[in-house]
């Protein structure tokens, strides 16, 4: 027996109706193991989702992806990687650092 | 005592300096070993010395001096009595199992001895490098519990020891089994309850979901990786994830990069999500809500 529905649509995000949204939440209420399906989903989309914008971020600005996740974690902000002289370091002491963040739907 | 200060009649040699001389021979060949450990096989080894010493002491021509004729006995015969059974200056560890089988304790506890250090780093790695440790519990006090359950398990099983393999390997596989079996008492059978993530939690916004760990992004890829390694089918979902969110085209364009209609696209997610997660919970024992 499955009585487990398909939740991959409701846990990408997909378009489904307002019926089929209710009735996925309406099981994934009392079904741990269907919510941790959806938090497996969205996991893995979210972080593939964030390495390909830091990916496209870093081949923008002609660095490696290390070097930019290192700059983040400084909290140095894109401005700053974009304003820098090419080639050059970039001051961990600039003001008001903005750590990039995915931009929000 | 050197070689070199043996004098008198041959006759006199065994009492004045034979049993000594063969004491030091074994003291220095078997050096890295334990006293008893030696001393068993000088005891071992000195009724045989000793008839073969009477032997040969009639061949004896006094060409050379009896100290290089001694020394050069002594070597010889060490070297066809433990040729094989001691190397690097310690007895092989497949020798100490068999004294073990024939009840000389001793060298079982020279065996663990031998072993305690390495089975800690052993399972240190195999816990470390496979990610058993469930995410629940304290790393280094897993290990030092499969660590403790390994030492048990080879003093417990050593005579099942077929000596197929060395014996280094066979306690390895015992560390990589009470790796997993400890992973699995804890995940795998559900003898601690998981946790799940709330339905409020999952009503956040998407990017919350971002793994921020390393190590768990890490295992993401390993677990893309394994799942590649299944086939063509898999291969393609795969490469629909990453055209999806890592590249972020949408759906229609995916499925006409990687030559499906979008309803087939849809199914080929649903199966396929089910398949990594499953993979993550096999392989890592993380499920969703640990990765």
């Not at chain 2, 060949?29 to 073969?52: G, Q």
């Given at each position: 027996?499955?009585?487990?529905?398909?939740?991959t649509?409701?846990?990408?995000?997909d378009?489904?109706?307002?019926?089929?949204?209710?009735?996925?939440?309406e099981?994934?209420?009392?079904?741990?193991?269907?919510?941790?399906?959806?938090?497996?989903?969205?996991?893995?989309?979210?972080?593939?989702?964030h390495?390909?914008?830091?990916?496209?971020?870093?081949?923008?600005?002609?660095?490696?992806?290390?070097?930019?996740?290192?700059?983040?974690?400084?909290?140095?902000?894109?401005?700053?990687?974009?304003d820098?002289?090419?080639?050059?370091?970039?001051?961990?002491?600039?003001?008001?650092?903005?750590?990039?963040?995915?931009?929000?739907? | 005592?050197?070689?070199?200060?043996?004098?008198?009649?041959?006759?006199?040699?065994?009492?004045?300096?034979?049993?000594?001389?063969l004491?030091?021979?074994?003291a220095?060949?078997?050096?890295?070993?334990?006293?008893?450990?030696?001393?068993?096989?000088?005891?071992?080894?000195?009724?045989?010395?000793?008839?073969?010493?009477i032997?040969?002491?009639?061949?004896?021509?006094?060409?050379?001096?009896?100290?290089?004729w001694?020394?050069?006995?002594?070597?010889?015969?060490?070297?066809?009595?433990?040729?094989?059974?001691?190397?690097?200056?310690?007895?092989?560890?497949?020798?100490?199992?068999?004294?073990?089988?024939?009840?000389?304790?001793?060298?079982?506890a020279?065996?663990?001895?031998?072993?305690?250090?390495?089975?800690?780093?052993?399972?240190?790695?195999?816990?470390?490098?496979?990610?058993?440790?469930?995410?629940?519990?304290?790393?280094?006090?897993?290990?030092?519990?499969?660590?403790?359950?390994?030492?048990?398990?080879?003093?417990?099983n050593?005579?099942?020891?077929?000596?197929?393999?060395s014996?280094?390997?066979?306690?390895?596989?015992?560390?990589?089994?009470?790796?997993?079996?400890?992973?699995?008492?804890?995940?795998?059978?559900?003898?601690?309850?998981?946790?799940?993530?709330?339905?409020?939690?999952?009503?956040q916004?998407?990017?919350?979901?971002?793994?921020?760990?390393?190590?768990?992004?890490?295992?993401?890829?390993?677990?893309?990786?394994?799942?590649?390694?299944?086939?063509?089918?898999?291969?393609?979902?795969?490469?629909?994830?990453?055209?999806?969110?890592?590249?972020?085209?949408?759906?229609?364009?995916?499925?006409?990069?990687?030559?499906?209609?979008?309803?087939?696209?849809?199914?080929?997610?649903?199966?396929?999500?089910?398949?990594?997660?499953?993979?993550?919970?096999?392989?890592?024992?993380?499920?969703?809500?640990?990765?």
């Open positions: 027996m499955n009585s487990h529905p398909d939740i649509p409701y846990a990408q995000f378009p489904i109706t307002g019926a089929e949204a209710a009735r996925i939440e099981h994934l209420e009392q079904c741990g193991e269907c919510r941790d399906r959806v938090v497996f989903i969205r996991k893995t989309n979210a972080t593939l989702q390495q390909g914008r830091i990916a496209r971020v870093a081949k923008a600005l002609g660095i490696t992806v290390a070097k930019l996740k290192r700059e983040m974690q400084l909290g140095t902000s894109i401005a700053a990687l974009i820098r002289p090419p080639e050059s370091p970039v001051r961990s002491s600039q003001p008001q650092p903005e750590p990039i963040a995915p931009a929000k739907k | 005592m050197a070689a070199s200060t043996i004098q008198g009649s041959p006759e006199e040699s065994w009492e004045k300096y034979a049993v000594e001389l004491h030091e021979r074994l220095k060949l078997m050096s890295a070993s334990s006293e008893p450990i030696r001393d068993h096989y000088e005891e071992t080894l000195l009724p045989e010395f000793k008839r073969r010493y032997e040969e002491i009639k061949n004896y021509d006094r060409r050379n001096s009896l100290a290089i001694l020394g050069d006995f002594i070597k010889n015969f060490l070297a066809a009595k433990l040729g094989n059974v001691v190397k690097g200056r310690q007895v092989i560890d497949e020798e100490l199992v068999r004294l073990a089988n024939a009840g000389f304790e001793l060298a079982l020279e065996l663990m001895a031998r072993y305690s250090q390495i089975i800690d780093k052993t399972v240190s790695a195999i816990v470390w490098k496979n990610h058993k440790c469930p995410p629940s519990q304290d790393q280094r006090t897993f290990v030092e519990d499969v660590a403790s359950e390994v030492k048990l398990q080879v003093v417990r050593f005579p099942t020891y077929q000596f197929e393999s014996f280094k390997s066979w306690v390895h596989s015992i560390c990589e089994n009470e790796s997993e079996n400890a992973r699995r008492k804890i995940q795998g059978q559900g003898h601690v309850e998981r946790h799940y993530v709330s339905l409020e939690e999952l009503l916004e998407p990017y919350a979901f971002v793994i921020r760990n390393e190590e768990h992004v890490d295992i993401l890829h390993k677990i893309f990786e394994i799942h590649v390694g299944q086939g063509e089918r898999a291969q393609k979902s795969l490469n629909a994830l990453f055209l999806r969110f890592f590249d972020g085209y949408p759906n229609k364009e995916v499925a006409a990069k990687v030559g499906l209609t979008v309803g087939s696209l849809y199914q080929l997610y649903s199966d396929d999500y089910e398949a990594l997660r499953q993979i993550s919970i096999d392989n890592f024992g993380f499920t969703g809500t640990d990765l």
